[in-house]
């Protein structure tokens, strides 16, 4: 119901003057509201930025329909296929120059909601690309079947260009002209993993998916986490990140080792075969949240490797962890 609503009363932005809609249809919101509001009623309670124009919730949306409905069949995923629809079509509009890739506006307008990207970007290009994949799927099982073929085409067209405009020899860009255009980050193959995780296509060449996976295991966890943890943004050479939010820490999201974040990594790396380094992750992750910092029982969504603070105690993305169980669910 939500993704359909649209709530044109004004909220204020907590990042600068702007006012911003509460809710927007078509988008996703970032939450079902807040307990000081009305929850369910009024929704995107969220106010750091104005997720109305985020491009990473509605793939996220769609992508965990699709899954989903190999839990629940065919029928439960058709019944969702409007929304679906709704969701991938509201973001089409950010495909500026028909590259088959949605491309940023230079704010963070994604769930790392303190990096600036231009342009597309690894992460929510990939996203979309996996959401097309995703949708297809849901499609199929709502017998739409030229609405599936035109998603993937989609997809596979936004491939080439993914390829060509984000690989670098050794990984796959941040972004293409931001701030951190050549950064190594972390979550630079979400979107294609899950794609392949739950059996909705390929995206990338599996070769150089475990490239930038290797290259990311030695730049910011051998590297900069020195074995403890992946750390979110590294730049090449060792240069200075360049931080844009000065009212913000200057380790927020940029050299903070993301607790859900690199359980998430570390399923990547276990699904494109590169398991030792999986484990090496997670069992460094045990040693510092639990033996070093007895941090058992609030895992918090971030913590500093040079300081013995956290962020977000008994936060919820640390729950990535089930990505680390196997999925043999099929479709019924």
Avoid at 62 to 76: K, M, S
Avoid at 151 to 175: C, I, N, P, Q
Avoid at 247 to 270: K, W
């Amino acid at each position: 119901r939500a993704v359909d609503a649209e709530d044109t009363r004004q909220r204020r932005h907590m990042r600068s003057p702007e006012l911003f809609p509460i809710n927007r249809a078509g988008a996703v919101p970032h939450d079902l509201g807040a307990p000081e509001e009305d929850p369910f009623h009024t929704v995107n309670s969220f106010s750091w930025q104005n997720t109305t124009r985020w491009k990473d919730l509605n793939c996220h949306f769609v992508i965990e329909i699709a899954r989903d409905g190999l839990v629940f069949g065919t029928q439960w995923a058709a019944g969702h296929y409007p929304q679906v629809k709704t969701a991938l079509t509201h973001l089409e509009q950010y495909d500026t120059d028909d590259d088959g890739l949605i491309e940023h506006s230079g704010w963070p307008d994604q769930t790392f909601d303190n990096l600036p990207m231009v342009g597309p970007s690894a992460y929510c290009a990939g996203l979309w690309l996996a959401a097309l994949l995703a949708g297809a799927h849901v499609a199929e099982a709502a017998g739409d079947t030229a609405q599936a073929a035109t998603w993937r085409a989609m997809s596979a067209k936004g491939a080439k260009s993914y390829e060509a405009a984000l690989w670098t020899g050794t990984h796959f860009r941040f972004d293409t002209s931001g701030p951190l255009s050549e950064a190594y980050f972390i979550e630079q193959l979400f979107g294609p993993f899950m794609a392949r995780r739950y059996g909705f296509g390929e995206i990338v060449d599996a070769d150089k998916a475990r490239t930038a996976l290797r290259t990311v295991f030695e730049k910011n966890f051998e590297g900069a986490g020195q074995g403890k943890g992946v750390v979110n943004v590294v730049m090449p050479e060792g240069r200075e990140i360049p931080w844009i939010a000065d009212d913000v820490p200057e380790s927020n999201q940029r050299t903070e080792v993301i607790v859900g974040i690199n359980y998430s990594y570390a399923a990547q790396l276990e699904s494109w075969g590169l398991k030792d380094e999986a484990e090496r992750v997670r069992t460094a992750l045990y040693r510092e949240l639990y033996e070093q910092r007895a941090l058992f029982f609030r895992i918090p969504a971030a913590i500093d490797i040079a300081t013995p603070t956290y962020r977000a105690a008994m936060n919820m993305r640390p729950l990535a962890d089930w990505f680390s169980a196997s999925w043999p669910i099929r479709e019924k």
